[in-house]
């Protein structure tokens, strides 16, 4: 799966390709988005089909999920966590 590395903080995020098993946090589909995920969890998404104010030229659109007010490493980690054992309390 193709990603490429940035410094964040005290480790790296990575942006990577969304799937099925790990699908894009705006729209929640598993094909054509692009995550931004680090040691804390998904920081930003370039999604495909969900528009905000923030155009990213032909890959989509950004949405800075670390600057909103409901962004939680720890949610993330959890909700992350249950995908990886059976998608128990997620959708």
Request: glycine share 10%; with cysteine; net charge positive.
């Amino acid at each position: 799966m193709p990603s490429t590395s940035r410094k964040a903080g005290n480790g790296t995020a990575r942006w990577q390709r969304v799937s099925r098993t790990r699908p894009c946090p705006i729209c929640h589909k598993g094909s054509l988005c692009l995550c931004l995920t680090s040691e804390v969890g998904v920081e930003a998404a370039i999604c495909r089909r969900e528009l905000s104010r923030q155009p990213c030229g032909k890959a989509g659109w950004l949405h800075l999920l670390r600057d909103s007010p409901t962004w939680s490493p720890r949610i993330l980690r959890i909700e992350r966590s249950a995908q990886q054992i059976g998608g128990m309390g997620t959708k």
